[in-house]
């Protein structure tokens, strides 16, 4: 059974193969963001907080806000689909949720077929039937050429193989001055496409000599969770946990929260300190820099101080 066909916005979603597609652009998605992008469809208008998205599209499965929050992120990327002119077709209500901004048209399953067939290849233009005569025609008036010598014909192909590779050689070196320039364009990209919404967290310095390696990791990991977790939920920011990711690829985010631990000598005592800098990427600013001596009675207070350090930012 074919199930239903729904036009949002400019893109025509078929859930049945998992697949949007808008001027002849076929693009396949997850199923989850599908279902998602169904469930958005499904109350156009309305204001669906975080709860009843968990609970209508992730059914009987225990996920995260940040999961939904990371969702909704790919979906609008999926979208946008690189259109600087494209709408803004979900948009975030703070405290609240998010909303569908764009129309919604829903097909029956008939109709859905029929625009799901409805738009076949292009076939390429036949050559007229009445050209080939002609063309035979004026080829049997032509004058046959004398034949050419063997010598000739000789020179002719040598000609060819030394023309094929230099133009071959040419081709070799191009690609070569391409791609030693190939690592600085997504440099100046990167700088262009910046969100200033968007957060990323990263590791800098996993360990000091003085604290085993394991517990501070766990407990970054736990501190950028938590931040995490605490901006998306209760802020218009859209926080990227990296802690535990290795993937070293460009990024488009406006501020990096960077977390190191760091060896430095106080009172005449090499001390282990939790380093945390906020850093603005479009000018390299420093927006927050603090410093923590972790024990075992203060990691709860230094949760504390640096959430409402955050919030004052």
Known sequence: MQQPVVRVGEWLVTPSINQISRNGRQLTLEPRLIDLLVFFAQHSGEVLSRDELIDNVWKRSIVTNHVVTQSISELRKSLKDNDEDSPVYIATVPKRGYKLMVPVIWYSEEEGEEIMLSSPPPIPEAVPATDSPSHSLNIQNTATPPEQSPVKSKRFTTFWVWFFFLLSLGICVALVAFSS??????????????????????????????????????????????????????????VHDKINYNIDEPSSSGKTLSIAFVNQRQYRAQQCFMSIKLVDNADGSTMLDKRYVITNGNQLAIQNDLLESLSKR
């Open 181 to 238: 320039l190939d690592t600085r364009l997504p440099m100046s990209k990167s700088r262009i496409l910046l969100n200033p919404r968007d957060i990323d967290i990263n590791m800098v310095n996993k360990s000091c000599n003085s604290w085993s390696s394991p517990y501070q990791l766990s407990y970054a990991i736990g501190v950028g969770d938590l931040v995490a977790t605490s901006l998306n939920t209760f802020s218009t920011f859209m």
